[in-house]
């Protein structure tokens, strides 16, 4: 009965679709505007190759105003001469006195994919090339073919008896077309939609704005999670799911978790905590396991960091919830390092102190505020022990800033005389006595 | 060519699957037409019109037939825009003649007066409808409806046949309710001898026909049993709640009191004064989009809609809808009810076009004076005076 009404709906499209393919007026308007859209697009594709020959060099150096006009021309030319192509069209049937409604709603959706195509330009002058390309084939095509073909059963149909028609029952709830199409790609797109725009505002917060990488990061991926919950609700509430349903789901589902997707389910939580407290942001600095990472991902199941050794580690979100670990970028990313330095005892200690002071603030990567600091921190058998502290902004760099300070070090000392004492041993060889 | 599919694999896609779509739905026999058919008729009558439809597409399968209703309200507006767009359906079913006329004046609806259509069959007064000029004729005529006198069989045995009837009923202090406006108690005017059209102008005598109407309504408002009212809905909550046992109302109105009121309680006159009282008659068309190609299966299915068999099928089972078809008769013993709005419709009066648009201006004109009349605020002489006036001096209105 369900197939029986798709098919005889469908039979109904294909009757009236045929009729208004057999009648000339629909025929010249529709001939009329893909003559329009072939001309616009080999002109365009010419327009646009020469436009690209004649500026691809000077815009990458280009400010945003210069990138935003280059690429406007550059995905809009074909668009606009497709609207100007088709809008002469009309004028000149119209004069005739032919029929032109088709053309005005075709006219819409060239006006609708010129819109799509600025937005594409908007976000790829901005700069994130990259993931503007991957998002044009998830989201913007799929998105435009989706609006089109509303739109086309819109124009050629205009009726609403394609969303109502039944597909199958689900829990003794009828399944619309409508109803699947929204669970389907409505979901889909629902998703993509909101990965691209999280991706967009972190964008435009991190590069144009004053926004925390991390922060923002994190608040995104709270927000995306709760945006695809919301969806979800939304699609069991037009399947028509009621509690009882829900329930009887839920109570099936605890099983499988129970035995097979606890583990999932526990790193899931995990994730949600660690989100919520704020414990670990993307970028943060960590040192889990003894080594020193960069957090890169916090994923529904997973946190992916970066060692200093560029390897990626993916450490399921249980492991920062029950273990304890090291992060460096907690309420700040500044990080105090201390460097033990001995000196003779013959050697003037205030030359000493303000020798490694000046070491200090020679470093590029050592904060001036706040200062560095040197202390005499113990009389030791051979030397006196000093403690040169410094400040850098980047925990990631204690390495290398504590070897550059050593060799500086080592270098002044050589220069001013200083004398790094070590313990010498001396051997007393004691010979037996002959007699 | 790689290149090209590469990048448009999206397009190859959809046309593919559209026309796999299309090869599949190819109709295993040769077809000689298909239409696409909208009909207005509501909910609860949409599927005799369907059962009708379906019983063509039987007769002639050789025509694809895809039928869709549409809400009256919306569907002028709906076709309009589809058919300046070149689609549309090919035949639009349930129009009134004068939504069709302006289709017509807009170029979008088409003359179907060279279509192979068995005109012979109509009443005259229906065709008047749908003509315009000599050559032309914006639609077929499929049904009309008209004022009738509605009845309460539990307060009133015999339904009055006369003014005096009336009247006598109304001093009895049994309720009458007429409604007090220019279009729905013309028939008044006409019964009571009067006329106000000539041709396709004001007669010499409207005014009087209309004080001599105005004269009758005050007269019979001062009895106990009189109900005036421009409130149509309110007249017809009264006649279900059984606070009137008599009521003058559009034909169409049928089955809904029918079925408020029982069955048994309910019955149908022609109005009193018949067959001189003469109600304005509402004719419903099919009306063939100007940017249809299918005439020749238009006709067809015209000719089915108004041939006799369609036409009595149609009458004995919707709501007070008339046959347009000379030659169908219904007996009153076994059809009372469709029997008597038939036999007002067939003496109701049919405007033209250039008609219309003067009743238009008596409708403009006529209301609020009625209700100055009726309310003592000026004579009934004077009332028509002032009606005749209006209108002879209203310059921005459609010509006479």
């Known amino acids: 009965m369900t197939n029986q009404d798709i098919f005889s709906l469908w039979s109904q499209i294909n009757t009236d679709i045929l009729v208004f393919l057999g009648r000339p007026s629909v025929q010249l308007q529709l001939a009329v505007v893909i003559v329009a859209v072939l001309a616009a697009a080999v002109l365009g594709r010419a327009a646009q190759n020469w436009w690209r020959v004649r500026y691809r060099h000077q815009i990458k150096e280009a400010g945003f105003g210069q990138r935003l006009i280059y690429y406007l021309v550059f995905h809009l030319v074909s668009g606009f001469l497709a609207v100007a192509f088709i809008q002469l069209a009309k004028v000149i049937l119209a004069g005739q006195g032919a029929r032109t409604g088709l053309i005005d709603s075709l006219l819409r959706l060239v006006v609708l994919y010129l819109m799509l195509k600025a937005a594409l330009a908007v976000a790829v002058a901005l700069g994130d090339i990259r993931g503007i390309q991957k998002y044009q084939t998830t989201l913007i095509i799929p998105l435009f073919v989706v609006i089109i073909g509303v739109q086309f059963l819109y124009i050629f149909i205009r009726s609403d008896q ?7 029952n689900l829990f003794d709830n009828t399944v619309t077309l409508s109803a699947l199409f929204l669970i389907t790609a409505g979901f889909y797109l629902w998703v993509v939609g909101i990965y691209a725009l999280g991706q967009g505002i972190h964008f435009l917060a991190t590069h144009y704005g004053s926004a925390d990488p991390g922060s923002t990061q994190a608040t995104l991926t709270l ?15 037009r399947l028509n799911f009621n509690t009882t349903t829900i329930a009887a789901i839920s109570g099936g589902l605890s099983v499988g978790v129970g035995f097979a997707l606890s583990t999932i389910l526990s790193n899931f939580v995990s994730g949600i905590l660690l989100l919520f407290e704020r414990t670990l942001r993307p970028g943060d600095i960590i040192e889990f396991n003894g080594e020193l990472s960069t957090v890169d991902l916090i994923t529904i199941r997973s946190i992916r960091v970066r060692t200093l050794d560029n390897v990626e580690k993916i450490i399921p979100n249980s492991e920062f919830v029950t273990s304890s670990f090291t992060t460096y970028t907690g309420k700040s990313r500044h990080v105090r390092i201390k460097l033990l330095v001995g000196a003779s005892y013959d050697d003037d200690y205030r030359q000493v102190m303000q020798t490694l002071l000046e070491i200090a603030a020679a470093h590029p990567n050592v904060m001036r505020d706040p200062a560095p600091d040197v202390r005499v921190e113990n009389f030791g058998d051979f030397s006196i022990d000093y403690y040169l502290y410094v400040w850098i902004a ?7 800033v504590k070897n550059e300070l050593h060799q500086s070090i080592l270098d002044a000392f050589a220069d001013k005389g200083i004398t790094i004492p070590f313990p010498t041993a001396t051997q007393m060889v004691q010979f037996a006595d002959k007699a | 060519m790689k290149k090209l599919f590469c990048h448009h694999k ?23 037409g298909r239409l696409i058919v909208w009909h207005t008729w509501d909910e609860a009558e949409a599927p005799v019109i369907e059962q009708v439809l379906a019983d063509f597409r039987r007769l002639h399968p050789e025509i694809q037939i895809s039928v869709e209703r549409k809400e009256y309200a919306t569907v002028l507006d709906e076709f309009a825009e589809a058919s300046r767009a070149g689609l549309g359906p090919d035949v639009l079913i349930g129009l009134e003649s004068v939504y069709a006329h302006l289709l017509y004046q807009n170029g979008l609806a088409a003359n179907v007066n060279k279509m192979d259509i068995d005109w012979t069959v109509f009443e005259p007064g229906t065709l008047q409808s749908v003509q315009r000029g000599n050559d032309v004729r914006v639609g077929v005529p499929l049904n009309a409806y008209v004022s009738v006198l509605y009845f309460n069989r539990s307060q009133i045995d015999t339904p009055p046949d006369s003014f005096d009837a009336l009247q006598a009923i109304s001093e009895k202090g049994i309720k009458v309710g007429l409604p007090a406006t220019f279009f729905a108690s013309y028939w008044g005017i006409t019964g009571l001898g009067g006329s106000v059209f000539d041709g396709d102008a004001l007669s010499a005598n409207s005014q009087a026909g209309i004080a001599n109407w105005l004269d009758w309504l005050v007269a019979f408002q001062q009895t106990p049993g009189a109900v005036l009212s421009s409130d149509t809905r309110a007249l017809v909550d009264s006649f279900v709640r059984g606070d009137i046992a008599l009521l003058v109302m559009d034909s169409l109105e049928l089955a809904s009191l029918e079925e408020r009121l029982g069955r048994e309680q309910f019955g149908v ?4 004064g018949f067959p001189h009282a003469q109600a304005f008659s509402t004719v419903e068309l099919i009306v063939v989009n100007s940017a249809s190609v299918q005439t020749e299966a238009a006709a067809q299915l015209s000719n089915f809609l108004s041939n006799a068999a369609q036409q009595r099928k149609l009458a004995r089972t919707t709501s007070g809808r008339a046959p347009v078809n000379r030659a169908v008769s219904l007996n009153p013993t076994l059809f009372p009810r469709i029997s008597a709005i038939s036999q007002q419709n067939r003496t109701a009066v049919v405007p033209t076009t250039v008609q219309d648009g003067l009743i238009n201006r008596l409708i403009v004109e006529a209301d609020p004076i009625y209700q100055q009349v009726l309310e003592g605020l000026i004579t009934p002489d004077a009332g028509a005076q002032m009606i005749i006036d209006a209108v002879k001096n209203d310059r921005g209105g459609p010509s006479q």
């Open chain 2, 10 to 32: 999206w397009v190859f896609f959809c046309l593919i699957v559209l026309c796999l779509g299309l090869v599949a739905c190819a109709p295993s026999q040769p077809v000689k």
């Open chain 2, 269 to 272: 006159a022609t109005l009193p």
């Open chain 1, 162 to 168: 394609l969303a109502n028609v039944p597909v199958f």
């Open chain 1, 223 to 237: 927000l995306r999670y709760l945006l695809i919950i919301i969806g979800l609700g939304y699609v069991l509430y």
């Open chain 1, 394 to 400: 980047n925990p990631l760099l204690s390495g290398r």
